[in-house]
């Protein structure tokens, strides 16, 4: 039986380390150390699996950590941007609810 935690709160902070190096607008990256899924890029991405409405899924934890700790709401269309740039962060305050076009553009600037 896999360990239950009370919350999703307590899920993403017990899969997650504190890097002691790496910082972001003054906190501490939490470097996912749980499970990783592969992108549409190939890019692996920390997710998580959980039960909705009974139904099993498979969630981006950095996305999940926006809305369960600041109750960010994503449409469709939009991405959660890393500000730290570390793909396995899913701290909260580095993390930034954006349209996908702009995400896009964001990385083609960082790439430039
Ligand atoms: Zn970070």
Known sequence: MPRKYATLEDRLIANSRINETESYGGTRCWDWVGTFGTGGRGEPYPQMSLRVNGKHTVKRAHRLALEVFRGVV???????????????????????????????????????
């Open 74 to 112: 994503f449409g469709p269309d939009d991405h959660a941007d890393h500000l730290c740039r570390r793909r396995c962060c899913v701290n909260p305050m580095h993390l930034e609810k954006v349209p996908a076009a702009e995400n896009l553009a964001r990385r083609y600037r960082k790439s430039s």
